[in-house]
């Protein structure tokens, strides 16, 4: 990018346009996932929707590369390109809660804690995510699945309408009355449409929820996914488990003894009478006695807050994902074999239920190609040391490859990581991409927002 550009985005924009020659721009391109080190050419910190118009502008009438950052969580990086543009929205951050109404309008750089919070002061909240530091926007327009997706629903299930700066500069807002077809694509279809600035949710009655943590001996790992895979899409919307292979971090709940060890379990969330969470998790002992049972009360935010200290900004990540009808006995197969190799403290496979709530939209009804899924599988291998940046994503891909065919052949697309292939994206969105792609011609013909897992124009 030539100085007469970032003079004219310097004097077009109210917020701040930072190249690399700026004391700022290493704290500024530095995403959430460390193996990620990518030199844009310009961070532009917009403050409103016109700042927002103003560099989609000027970017794309230079022939610059655009990316968009929200929480900067993505795992494959897609908020920063080398030599580009990134249109940061982090500085347009708040919350409005109409509790009579049950909605909460949320600007796009707003992260999911500020969310949390804001609804939980009304007894409300949107079904979103894990980690209170990611990035509201990221999340939903990838379809977003969290503690309370069987209760709720997607995150996505809940959005109402958004404001959307397109490819040519033009700002609509999208709802079920106009503009359908993109209101549709962003329900799931990730950022290939255009920016959105704000996003108004329909918002949900949960208070306190009752958080539980049951952890079995990895060599249990087998009777616990047999018992986990019946047991879990017969219980109560209510309850919500996601299964997980972990090694047991040195810090509460978790007594001394299990401290550092391998070990598989469930982490679950009720939503239903706290009285009633014992009975319902009384079945804990059917594959074998846990080693480790707790279960406590929580406000939600709290709940959705319990692994940011664990999983900090500045940690190397390689990921991926894909989507589960069911636990085969082959993929248990490979879960044990794999759980055993885990190759540093922090890395880790979650299996995220998607069904309940999820279920009960009709597969047309949004973007989201796998209302059939049972579960969203993440493989992912973190480390705080750039030196076992490649075992980690060893592991990862191995693992991946080795469960792949148990799969029901896409995933998450918030879960896919950098160099998916056009086919892998296509097996993402199934018998949707063609529409999707028909929405992309209409809202972006030259495929200007390609930063992302991208659906091409028709």
């Known amino acids: 990018m030539d100085g007469t550009a970032l003079e004219a985005m310097r004097a077009a924009l109210r917020g701040p346009v930072i190249a690399p020659q700026d004391p700022e721009y290493d704290e500024a391109r530095t995403a959430h996932n460390a193996m990620i080190d990518r030199r844009p050419a310009a961070v532009v910190r917009c403050r409103d929707a016109a700042d927002v118009r103003e560099a989609v502008g000027l970017i794309?009438?230079?022939?610059?590369?655009?990316?968009?950052?929200?929480?900067?969580?993505?795992?494959?990086?897609?908020?920063?390109v080398d030599g580009g543009v990134t249109v940061d929205l982090s500085p347009m951050t708040g919350v409005t809660v109409d509790p009579g109404a049950r909605t909460a309008q949320v600007a796009g750089g707003t992260l999911l804690g500020e969310l949390d919070r804001a609804a939980h002061a009304f007894g409300l909240g949107v079904p979103a995510g894990i980690v209170s530091t990611t990035g509201v926007s990221g999340l939903t327009l990838g379809g977003g699945h969290g503690h309370l997706t069987r209760k709720y629903g997607l995150t996505a299930d809940s959005l109402l309408s958004a404001d959307v700066v397109t490819a040519d500069g033009g700002f609509v807002t999208a709802d079920e009355r106009e503009h359908q077809d993109l209101f549709w694509a962003l329900r799931g279809g990730g950022g290939n449409f255009g920016v959105v600035t704000s996003f108004t949710f329909g918002l949900h009655p949960v208070d306190t929820v009752v958080l539980g943590i049951t952890l079995w001996p990895l060599d249990r790992i087998r009777d616990v996914l047999q018992w986990y895979r019946e047991f879990l899409p017969q219980a109560p919307d209510d309850l919500n488990g996601f299964f997980a292979e972990l090694t047991v971090p040195p810090a509460p709940p978790f007594p001394e003894s299990v401290h550092g060890r391998k070990m598989c379990g469930v982490v679950w969330c009720w939503t239903g009478e706290e009285g009633e969470a014992e009975k319902v998790l009384s079945v804990v002992d059917a594959p074998g006695p846990p080693d480790f049972h707790f279960t406590a009360p929580m406000p939600y935010p709290a709940v959705q807050s319990m692994f940011d200290d664990l999983l900090p900004a500045g940690l190397q990540w390689y990921w991926r994902g894909d989507f589960f009808d069911r636990i085969t006995d082959e993929a248990i197969d490979v879960h044990a074999a794999?759980?055993?190799?885990?190759?540093?403290?922090?890395?880790?496979?979650h299996m995220y239920p998607v069904d309940g709530a999820?279920?009960?939209?009709?597969?047309?009804?949004?973007?989201?190609?796998?209302?059939?899924?049972?579960?969203?599988?993440v493989i992912a291998g973190i480390d705080p040391d750039p030196a076992n940046a490649e075992a980690i994503k060893r592991w990862c891909v191995e693992y991946w490859e080795a469960l792949h065919p148990q799969s029901m052949g896409g995933g998450y697309v918030n879960f896919m990581g950098t160099g998916e292939s056009q086919d892998?994206?296509?097996?993402?969105?199934?018998?949707?991409?063609?529409r999707l792609a028909q929405v992309k011609r209409t809202y972006d013909p030259d495929n200007f927002f390609h930063a992302n897992q991208n659906i091409a124009p028709a």
Do not use: C, K, N
């Open 338 to 349: 794999f759980a055993q190799a885990m190759p540093t403290a922090l890395s880790t496979m």
């Open 358 to 377: 999820a279920h009960r939209v009709a597969p047309q009804d949004t973007a989201w190609a796998y209302r059939d899924a049972t579960w969203s599988g």
């Open 60 to 80: 794309r009438d230079r022939g610059l590369e655009i990316a968009v950052r929200g929480g900067a969580h993505s795992g494959a990086g897609l908020s920063f």
């Open 424 to 434: 892998r994206v296509r097996g993402t969105y199934r018998d949707h991409y063609d």
